[in-house]
């Protein structure tokens, strides 16, 4: 019964390679966000998406490519991973609607980059 | 602009109160939120006060808000090592209501 799960939950890669992390969410949400956690436990907000449709896209490099195939899932993938990739991140649900929009996150995937 | 600033690290006594501050800037603050993040996993929502709000109290939790000094406060009664986490304070914004501003977590150690 879990409510947004992520996978894998760790991540070991090389430089260069490609990689996707898959989120889904069983609470029948609208939105679904990833964050990105450094290693100083700052959280920053990478994407959003509201029914499949980009609502947020803060300051990211091009190799970070979000995919919504339906309302219940959010993939991030990854071209050609750098150094500074290295972080958790994590994925998140909401219904915009709702008051307040409280957002659920999943356990996360922590992600080394060697 | 917007910014979420907190103090990293708090130490206290277990049974003790537990006081944590967060600071914010953009006034058109809607909501403002405490998350708390257990070692290795994700974040889990504490506590939320709407910013018409002067304070909300939820069994140990208090969230005392000044809005004129944009200062948000979570008091945690009787801390026990349960509460060892990193603590999170977050706004939404009235301009952007999907987006939440978290700031940089502090970082609660109980001693015994």
């Known amino acids: 019964d879990t409510a947004v799960s992520q996978t894998p939950k760790y991540l070991v890669t090389q430089m260069g390679n490609d990689k996707s992390i898959k989120c889904e969410q069983n609470l029948g949400h609208d939105t679904m966000y990833w964050y990105k956690q450094d290693s100083k436990k700052f959280l920053k907000i990478m994407f959003s998406y509201n029914n499949k449709e980009l609502i947020i896209n803060e300051t990211v490099p091009n190799r970070f490519s979000p995919k919504s195939p339906d309302k219940a899932h959010l993939n991030l993938h990854i071209n050609s991973l750098e150094l500074g990739d290295s972080a958790v991140y994590f994925c998140?649900?909401?219904?915009?609607?709702?008051?307040?929009?409280?957002?659920?996150f999943g356990p996360g995937t922590r992600l080394l980059v060697l | 602009g917007e910014d979420v600033e907190q103090s990293l690290f708090l130490s206290v006594r277990e049974g003790d109160s537990s006081v944590i501050n967060c600071t914010y800037t953009?006034?058109?603050?809607?909501?403002l939120y405490w998350y708390k993040q257990e070692p290795g996993a994700g974040l889990q929502l504490l506590t939320y006060?709407?910013?018409?709000?002067d304070m909300k109290q939820d069994q140990r939790l208090t969230v005392l808000l000044n809005k004129k000094d944009k200062h948000l406060s979570l008091r945690i009664a009787d801390t026990q090592t349960g509460d060892s986490a990193i603590y999170f304070c977050a706004e939404t914004l009235y301009s952007s209501a999907s987006k939440i501003i978290f700031g940089s977590g502090t970082r609660l150690s109980i001693r015994p």
């Open positions: 953009d006034s058109s603050s809607t909501y």
């Open positions: 006060i709407f910013s018409n709000m």
């Open positions: 998140a649900s909401s219904h915009l609607e709702a008051v307040p929009e409280t957002q659920y």
